[in-house]
């Protein structure tokens, strides 16, 4: 008799499976981006939060919030409010607000974000 080397979770045809991938690590809280595509495609702001794959940005992706009223203090409310979108729809801008490609770079065993505009290159932030 041959062993299986297939696991018991496998046998009864559930497989859990991690799906944690991070897309563009680069881009954190206070950097400015620019809207690659979506609703909001072409938009500039600045990144007000991050967890894992979406981005937070100041201005960007506004979406109309009903609120009841609460109690009896004056009526309901209609509030605008940011809603997060993906990180691969995002994309780093320089000061003219055009979308940049970052390259890392080491330097004196110390990493560096840094960005082509033109034939000069372009510090973006030491990590």
């Known amino acids: 008799m041959r062993k299986s080397f297939i696991s018991e979770s496998e046998k009864s045809g559930f497989v859990k499976i991690d799906h944690t991938f991070v897309h563009n690590k680069w881009i954190k809280k206070g950097d400015k981006v620019v809207v690659t595509s979506g609703n909001s495609r072409g938009c500039k702001g600045e990144v007000m ?65 840094y960005y082509m505009d033109g034939s000069k290159e372009v510090l973006h932030r030491k990590l």
Request: charged residues 35%.
């Open 49 to 113: 939060s991050r967890d894992k794959n979406h981005v937070l940005i100041r201005g960007v992706n506004l979406h109309k919030k009903h609120r009841r009223r609460e109690g009896d203090q004056g009526p309901g409310v209609i509030d605008t409010i940011e809603m997060p979108i993906h990180v691969s729809n995002v994309s780093i801008c320089n000061g003219e607000g055009k979308p940049v490609r970052l390259k890392v770079r080491m330097t004196e065993g110390k990493k560096e974000l």
